[in-house]
């Protein structure tokens, strides 16, 4: 005769990756958690939900039209 054996099965209920840390304020960016971003560049960014702060999205585009104006004017 067979028993009745339970089937184990793996639980990802209790596991939290890194998946990457912010290019500009260098926090660690969790699995679990949303509120991150990856651009075309591979580059990881970090969003902070408030009502008087930029993320550090928002961060990097500034800089980067920043240094588009700059070569620009060269």
């Known amino acids: 005769m067979q028993k009745m054996v339970r089937k184990k099965t793996w639980s990802r209920s209790n ?7 912010c ?6 960016l969790l699995s679990n958690e949303g509120g ?5 560049e591979k580059k ?5 939900y408030g009502v008087h702060t930029e993320s550090c999205f928002d961060k990097y585009i500034k800089m980067e039209k920043q240094n588009v104006r700059q ?4």
Not at 15 to 21: A, D, F, N, P, R
Not at 36 to 40: D, E, K, V
């Open 23 to 28: 290019t500009i304020c260098e926090r660690e």
């Open 44 to 48: 990881h960014f970090c969003e902070h």
């Open 36 to 40: 991150w971003i990856i651009n075309a």
């Open 71 to 74: 070569e620009i004017k060269r």
């Open 15 to 21: 596991l939290t990756l890194v998946c990457g840390k």
